[in-house]
């Protein structure tokens, strides 16, 4: 029996609106689509599909999709129930736009606003809102807000994505599923709303961050089409932490439903897509420079791309007077003292490495006394975003740790440690970066921190603040930066001094080193970090992003598209216009109208499960054979890599059955008849090479295993951890083909396996011999049918379908190449699994038993 969660999760999932709230008035969204847009209250499971060739021509238009609008909202001083909007200068999202440039594409934001609106006045704030700033405020009530943000992300992902383990009660919090409803219902409305505006066909959707991680399932769910980009700005966390999430497969489905997927780093990226490996089975691969994830037929891309900063904005809050005149009175309090400025900007949260850092600052003091009086660190401290026990923690800690260092250190107008925790204007943090000799990042882990980058830029300064700082403007700038290895922007800043800010004595030595270098390699090092700073910048991000979108997106037009699956393991299988799946009917009809037949069957993956332990055909198995077989008229052939020895074991009851061995190296018609081979019989010498390097490759991969056939080699990972596994394949191919290169011998890689056989002999050598000899028999064949799963029965398919006009096949005949699983392939027709192959193959023997006289 389903629980009453579960259940309650699957209505929400299903498409079903959530039952608080009344309902709002709709949005009128702006039509490009020619034709009918079904309306909201439709049935969920019927995707919107309207002709891509019906919609008029216009600039791009891009849906931004976030927790929180780039807006701020106040009341009126008059104490009147109206409000006060405008642009969050501050916000990364408008910073985008900025990026992007006006004129090239049209933006609309989705997202929630920081102020709660009561319900009378939600109406008329949402028509405001779009139609002065083009925003689509998404309203929740304060209990599923509350839930939703301060529980699930907050005390969930939040800590885990950071690499805390609720290990018990007091560190983090433990899944709560009632927290998890919330974020799916919320996710859900931020659906809704988005569909209030969307173009389904035209416009570009890009959702942003951990808040809305499930949303792409249900945007997907409506518009199979939907043009789907998904940033995560926090860290991805490795598959060993991610995997004690309960609702891990939700969440990695629900983000294989975008068409691009963006990090911050390939660390992200990286243990993204192991994730994906270990717990769904994927596999990747990079075409081009591309990496690309198959997912039912579908693509899903990774970008890989820091976020960068909005130059026009920092430039201009340092030409502000107020900049300037700030940083003349920072100069005042420290340069004019003799005193040196460390600076360190942090949120005060449990992951920002404040106490370390101060830890530090406090072991500098001790080893180096000599910088005692002279060195000071400025830690600016911004409010926490989340709330508990935890952020009190920080405080309580940060609070007495200054206190201490100040007590011991301090002297009569000389503290080593200045705490700012009151909210800071942006232009007086901007002056304390241009003041400061070296910033200091070390958190604990961090998913980009621009920190360091706003810090560039404003070292790079401009000529007024030149001359208030006294220096020449053509003379070179300098800046020193000591990050943790834990950010996400650390990987990008290779001339600063990277530290692990666990190891308190590390980061001092990294605070004296950057106090004691020389000018000249402050400014080499200063020189390098602009020039990347300056032309990565959050338009740069914002453009390479949405170009590697409308490339992935290039496809679906092309595609047929359709959902399956309930709740959120819903997915899209998208497929080529003539790839279908095969009727049991058409494929029973075909075979009784014709009169000659061959039939060409591949074994593991196709009559038998793949993850079978027990690989000998049952006794089902051998009576369909059997069945089809006794029709003199029917040529069944099974194409197996097996063995000679382990086929003629397993189908001895099959008088009439065909068999292939080890890729069609060898073969028989019959059980009574030779083996004979496929080209001259091969000299195997290359295996006393290639046995000793896969018996190395064994021996240190824990689950791999080595088959020895008569003419060929395979190794087999198929137990072995699969990314490690992956990894040693492709170093084994590479090893064997250096080592084989004069040999006879092809080296190729398949499903869990690298194999070693003869050039020349695969599964299409099989098919031509088939055809040639039912025509030597003057037995042209009406109908074929040729069914097998992976890369090797691809040949088989093409020589089948390249037949089709040829002498072999008669004119008209029923030809079906199937393939088992929805996926890129040769073949015209598709079956689902090895269970709906075996229920075809026993109709087609019931339909051969009736037919054969007894």
């Known amino acids: 029996m389903v629980s009453k969660s579960y259940s309650n999760l699957l209505e929400l999932a299903s498409g079903e609106a959530p039952s608080f709230g009344r309902m709002r008035r709709r949005i009128p969204r702006i039509m490009t689509v020619a034709g009918i847009i079904s309306d909201l209250d439709d049935d969920p499971a019927d995707s919107v599909c309207s002709d891509p060739s019906s919609s008029s021509v216009q600039r791009d238009r891009i849906i931004i999709v976030a927790n929180q609008l780039p807006i701020r909202a106040q009341r009126k001083s008059d ?109 859900k409305i931020f659906a809704d709303r988005i569909m209030e505006v969307i173009n389904p066909e035209d416009d570009f959707v890009w959702v942003h961050d951990y808040h809305l991680m499930v949303l792409p399932t249900f945007l997907r769910k409506r518009f199979n ?40 780093t390939f660390d992200y990226a990286r243990h993204f897509l192991s994730c994906c490996s270990r717990m769904l089975g994927l596999t990747y691969e990079s075409k081009r420079g591309y990496i690309g994830l198959e ?13 960068g900063i909005h130059m026009g904005q920092l430039q201009s809050v340092l030409s502000l007077p107020g900049t300037e005149a700030k940083v003349s009175e920072l100069i ?41 009086g002279k060195v000071v660190l400025v830690q600016i401290a911004n409010p926490a975003r989340g709330r508990g026990k935890d952020v009190k923690e920080v405080q309580a800690e940060t609070y007495s740790t200054v206190e201490r260092i100040n007590q011991t250190f301090g002297k009569p107008g000389y503290d080593p440690v200045v705490l700012i925790d009151e909210p800071l204007k942006f232009y007086e943090r901007i002056a304390y970066y241009v003041v400061a000799e070296c910033c200091l990042v070390t958190a604990v882990r961090d998913g980009m921190n ?116 309930f709740g959120l393991s819903f997915r899209v299988v998208a497929l080529d216009p003539n790839f279908k799946k095969l009727s049991m009917e058409h494929i029973v009809s075909a075979y009784k109208r014709t009169t000659t037949r061959a039939i060409l069957l591949d074994y593991d993956g196709t009559l038998m499960p793949q993850a079978s332990i027990d690989k000998s055909p049952n006794s089902k198995t051998i009576d369909i054979l059997n069945s089809l077989c006794r029709d003199k008229n029917n040529m069944v052939f099974l194409v197996s890599a097996k063995s000679r020895k382990t086929l003629a074991e397993w189908f001895s009851p099959c008088e009439n059955l065909g068999i292939a061995a080890e890729h069609g190296y060898f073969f028989r018609l019959r059980r009574d008849e030779e083996w004979e081979t496929c080209i001259p019989v091969a000299d195997c010498g290359w295996k006393q ?73 695969n599964k299409g050598l099989v098919a031509k011999r088939l055809l040639s000899t039912m025509q030597e028999r003057e037995m042209l064949p009406d109908f074929v049918l040729c069914v097998g799963d992976d890369r090797s029965d691809e040949d088989m398919f093409e020589v089948i379908i390249s037949s089709m006009a040829g002498p072999s096949i008669a004119p008209r005949a029923e030809v079906f190449a199937c393939t088992v699983g929805r996926k890129p ?15 075809l193959m026993q109709g087609l023997a019931c339909v051969a038993d009736q037919m054969v006289p007894v």
């Open 689 to 761: 090479i290639a046995e000793p390097v896969m018996k190395l490759y064994t021996e240190t991969t824990d689950g791999s295993t080595i088959e020895d056939k008569e003419t060929a080699l395979v190794w087999s990972y198929e137990d072995a951890d699969p990314d490690f596994g992956s990894c040693q394949a492709k170093e084994l191919l590479d090893h064997l083909e250096s080592v084989l290169a004069n040999e006879p011998v092809t080296v190729k890689s398949g499903q869990n396996l690298v194999e070693v056989k003869p050039q020349g002999v």
């Open 332 to 372: 005042k309090q420290f340069h004019d003292q003799g005193k040196v400025m460390l600076l360190g900007v942090d949120d005060m949260d449990i992951f920002k490495g404040i106490s370390l850092k101060l830890l530090a600052m406090e072991q500098l003091l001790i080893q180096h006394p000599e910088w005692q």
């Open 825 to 839: 392939s040769k073949a015209k027709y598709y079956l689902d699994d090895t269970v709906e192959i075996v229920r």
């Open 225 to 264: 089409r939907v043009k789907l980009g998904f940033f995560l700005h926090s860290p991805f966390p490795s598959s060993e932490i991610y995997k004690t999430l309960p609702i891990r497969e939700e969440i990695l489905r629900a983000l294989l439903n975008s068409d691009l997927i963006g990090f911050h």
């Open 450 to 565: 621009l920190i360091p980058y706003e810090y560039i830029i404003s070292r790079q300064g401009n000529e007024k603040l030149d001359k208030v700082l006294g220096s020449e403007p053509s003379s070179p700038k300098k800046s020193m930066l000591v990050v943790s290895e834990f950010i996400g922007c650390s990987p990008s800043l290779s001339g600063a001094i990277r530290v692990n800010p666990w190891n308190i004595d590390a980061v001092s030595d990294a605070m004296d080193s950057a106090l004691e270098m020389a000018d000249q390699e402050k400014q080499l090092r200063h020189e390098k970090h602009y020039r990347y700073v300056s032309t990565h910048d959050v338009g740069y991000w914002a453009r390479s992003f949405l170009q590697d979108l409308e490339r992935t997106c290039r496809e679906h037009v092309r595609q047929r598209c359709w959902g399956i699956g």
């Open 295 to 307: 997912y039912y037929g579908r693509t899903v891309s990774i970008k890989i791309l820091p976020v």
């Open 79 to 187: 104490n009147s129930k109206g409000w006060i909007f405008s642009w969050d200068e501050n916000s990364l999202l408008l910073q985008l736009k900025d990026g992007l440039g006006d004129d090239d594409i049209e933006v609309i934001y989705v997202g929630c606003l920081k102020e709660e609106i009561h319900v009378n006045e939600q109406d008329e704030v949402s028509q405001i809102l779009l139609d002065t700033f083009k925003c689509v405020p998404t309203f929740l009530p304060p209990d599923l807000f509350s839930r939703y943000y301060h529980g699930f992300c907050k005390q969930q992902l939040w800590p885990l994505f950071h690499y805390m383990l609720p290990l018990s009660p007091d560190l983090g919090g433990r899944f709560n599923r009632s927290l998890w409803q919330a974020y799916v219902s919320v996710n």
